[in-house]
């Protein structure tokens, strides 16, 4: 698999899109930013993890 982020990469990601309004639902994220979708599950066991990290910090 071609990962090209970091989890704290992935994880400013997160949190930049939550900030802007984006949606974070899985099927939205996976269509308009399929590597964050793809790197984040490389790292996470989910992507409710992926956004429960980003939370957290």
Do not use: C
């Not at 990601?13 to 939205?28: C, E, N, P, R, V």
């Amino acid at each position: 698999m071609d990962v090209n982020m970091s989890t704290d990469e992935i994880l400013n990601q997160i949190k930049q899109l939550q900030a802007d309004g984006g949606s974070l639902s899985k099927k939205k994220v996976k269509q308009s930013h399929p590597d964050l979708m793809r790197s984040a599950l490389f790292y996470f066991p989910s992507w409710e993890h992926a956004i429960q990290n980003a939370e957290a910090l």
